[in-house]
T-cell receptor, first 112, second 114 residues
């Protein structure tokens, strides 16, 4: 069945460092891909998405490109801030009845 | 636009007691999801409704969990009897139809079973 695998955390970076969080997926058909973020004490909220191959989603300085050839959707940011400290979830929405599948989450800690 | 509403926000019960969670999705969203999120893990789908029909409940422990979606709108998730391992955050989400449509999440209900 469809699934998402993302790198384990926690990831600890200094402010202004470059961030990459890896995400790969397995899916039949043509899924849509998402990154959600969960700030401390808050619910999940959409960070960005991409719906077809080679699409790039972007928001708040974060980017991710839908790579069908490598079945990947890695999250990147050129310069992280302390306020980016949160848990990041990669997710896919399959063609099969619109099911959402989530990865296990990657906790990001950004130090001043 | 109002978001997904869930209640209660927190609940503490003893094992073997029963508990119910309520969710009001965003108006017009056909799909409603209930997820269980154990501390340190990603959300695990318990049940998915399309309007008021069940699309997937393969991971719902049906001996103790039940869920319904009345008139294709509000939904309740019930646990009876609760076990210690049911301690988790229960998330409700809704989504409109359409390719690439995102899921909108409520704040969740944090359940502690003691």
């Amino acid at each position: 069945g469809d699934s998402v695998t993302q790198m384990e955390g926690p990831v600890t970076l200094s402010e202004e460092a470059f961030l990459t969080i890896n995400c790969t997926y397995t899916a039949t058909g043509y899924p849509s891909l998402f990154w959600y973020v969960q700030y401390p004490g808050e619910g999940l909220q959409l960070l960005l998405k991409a719906t077809k191959a080679d699409d790039k989603g972007s928001n708040k300085g974060f980017e991710a490109t839908y790579r069908k050839e490598t079945t990947s959707f890695h999250l990147e940011k050129g310069s992280v801030q302390v306020s980016d400290s949160a848990v990041y979830f990669c997710a896919l929405r399959g063609d099969d009845f619109n099911k959402f599948y989530f990865g296990s989450g990657t906790k990001l800690n950004v130090k001043p | 636009e109002a978001g997904v509403a869930q209640s209660p926000r927190y609940k503490i019960i003893e094992k073997r007691q029963s508990v119910a969670f309520w969710c009001n999705p965003i108006s017009g969203h056909a799909t409603l999801y209930w997820y269980q999120q154990i501390l340190g893990q990603g959300p695990k789908l318990l049940i998915q409704f399309q309007n008021n029909g069940v699309v997937d409940d393969s991971q719902l422990p049906k001996d103790r969990f039940s869920a319904e979606r009345l008139k294709g709108v509000d939904s309740t998730l019930k646990i009876q009897p609760a076990k210690l391992e049911d301690s988790a955050v229960y998330l409700c989400a809704s989504s409109p139809e359409g390719r690439g449509a995102e899921a909108f999440f409520g704040q969740g209900t944090r359940l502690t079973v003691v």
